[in-house]
Structures are given as structure tokens and as C-alpha cells.
């Protein structure tokens, strides 16, 4: 079972647009995939509503309500993350998935958000378990997990996400990630393309190709790298 948590602690960065389309793209190729919804605000769960039955389905948890059990024959696990309320740390989540991809899009705010969380991210091994808080979210994660997490080491990488480029904010956001200790896998343009996927419960991939063919090959090497024992626990 692969689980793949899509995780940033500022609000808006694009986490369920990567869960969601991640979800649609895995279950097109014919895997059978779950959506994990970590978060109260539920809009993976509500993208998931408004699929159609006629696209390849998604199995929809809403993790933050019910700790179910994922099916054993599950091939994705995609856990949508919340973003982070006042004082409350996320790294705590990230030892329960086996990769983790931070969107972060191209402003001041953001870039300064994004480089705190991933600071903490890369001290991760110090977050104590007794931090650990949302009994329904935590309960759900070690089903999948079970108690004993502490010698995984979780794969993070970081995307640039709903980037207009040639302006100045994405030069800046370019240097800052390009710089990290952690893979910058690919930049993600601002796109209605996203919008009007996830109004119909759809990815990318399931629009028509020609309107989406430049966005697809952005998104090639965020899966080249997922299917690649780089981003596995070593
Ligand atoms: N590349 C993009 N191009 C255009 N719009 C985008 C892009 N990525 C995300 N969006 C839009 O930006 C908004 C916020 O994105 P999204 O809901 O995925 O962020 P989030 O990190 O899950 O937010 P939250 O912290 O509230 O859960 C949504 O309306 C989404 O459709
Ligand atoms: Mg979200």
C-alpha cells in the first residue's frame, strides 16, 4: 500500500488540488485508490461527491469524522491534510505516510510560512508523539500504520504551485525552494484548469486533452519521481 500525505500548514496552498488529482490520476490507471481527508473543512470529500459514476472511483474517508479501516487490497492511500490552526503543529502527521509533497505557491506570506513548516519538517525526529492531538485523525493513521512508526523515514518533497511565471514573486519562490535540502520536484502554472476539474469531481488527466496537455507535463516529474524508489522510506 502506498501512502502519499499532501501536507503544508498554510491554508490555500493548493493540498487538496494535489490530493485530488493525484486520486483521479492513480484510479485511471486502473489502482484501486482511497482519499483520506484529514481535514474538518472536507473538500476532498466534497470533490468526491461530485465525481461521476461513470469516472474511475475513488473510495472517499472521512478521516477526520472516522478512523475506517483502509481495504488491504488498497494500491493509493492520498491524505489530504488540513492546514495548521494557530498554534497547533503538523509535523506530527508526517511520520505516518511513506512520502510527502509540500505545495507552496509564490507569494511573501506564503514563502515565509513555507519556510518555518519546513524548518520544523526537517527536524521532524524532535516532535514528541505525546504532541500528538485529533484522536479521530491519529486513530485513523495508525490503523494504516500501526503504533511502531518511529524508523520510517518519511520521503518530503516541495512543489511550486499556481505560479504565474516571469514575475518577480515566482523568481523569488524559485531560488527559495531551489535551495532547499529537499527535492523541488516541478512548478504548477495558475491554471482555471484546476478550477473547472475540481468543480466536476475531476482531475486533470480527465479533461480534454489538448486544453490540458501543458499542465499534464508539468505534472510529469512530481509522478516520475513518486513511482521512483526515491521517494520511498529508505
Ligand atoms: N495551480 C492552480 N491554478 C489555479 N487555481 C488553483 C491552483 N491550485 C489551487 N487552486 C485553487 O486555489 C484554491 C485553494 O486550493 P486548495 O483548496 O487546493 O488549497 P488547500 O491547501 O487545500 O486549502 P486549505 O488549506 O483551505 O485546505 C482552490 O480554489 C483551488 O481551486
Ligand atoms: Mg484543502
Redo the contacts with the bound molecule.
Keep these: 500500500m502506498r501512502t502519499i500525505m ?1 501536507l ?1 500548514s ?11 488529482n493525484l486520486a483521479a490520476y492513480y484510479a485511471l490507471q486502473g489502482k484501486s485508490v482511497v482519499l483520506a481527508d484529514l ?1 474538518p ?1 472536507g ?1 476532498s470529500i466534497d470533490w468526491l461527491k461530485a465525481r461521476p459514476e461513470s469516472r474511475p472511483a475513488i473510495h472517499g474517508i472521512a478521516a477526520w469524522r472516522e478512523p475506517l479501516r483502509v481495504a488491504a487490497a488498497t494500491d493509493y492511500v492520498i491524505l ?1 491534510a ?2 495548521a490552526r494557530h498554534g497547533q503543529s503538523l509535523t506530527r502527521l508526517i511520520r505516518y505516510a511513506q512520502t510527502v509533497i509540500v ?1 507552496v ?1 509564490a507569494s511573501p506570506l506564503d514563502i515565509r510560512a513555507a519556510r518555518e513548516f519546513i524548518r520544523e519538517v526537517e527536524h521532524v525526529g524532535r516532535v514528541a508523539r505525546h504532541n500528538i492531538q485529533d484522536a479521530a485523525v491519529i486513530a485513523f493513521l495508525k490503523s494504516l500504520f500501526g503504533d511502531d512508526t518511529s524508523t520510517a523515514t518519511t520521503r518530503v518533497a516541495v512543489v511550486a ?3 504565474r511565471e516571469n514575475t518577480v514573486a515566482y523568481d523569488t519562490l524559485y531560488e527559495f525552494l531551489d535551495k532547499l535540502k529537499i527535492p523541488f520536484l516541478t512548478t ?8 473547472q476539474a ?1 468543480e466536476r469531481g475531476l482531475g486533470l488527466c480527465e479533461l480534454a486533452p489538448s486544453q490540458v496537455a501543458y499542465d499534464l507535463e508539468q505534472w510529469g516529474p512530481l509522478i516520475k519521481w513518486l513511482n521512483s524508489k526515491r521517494s520511498l522510506p529508505v
Design positions: 499532501i503544508n498554510k491554508g490555500g496552498s493548493g493540498k487538496t488540488t494535489l490530493a485530488t481535514d473543512q473538500s489530504d488540513p492546514a505545495p505557491l504551485n499556481r505560479v504548477l502554472r495558475d491554471t482555471q484548469n484546476y478550477i475540481a
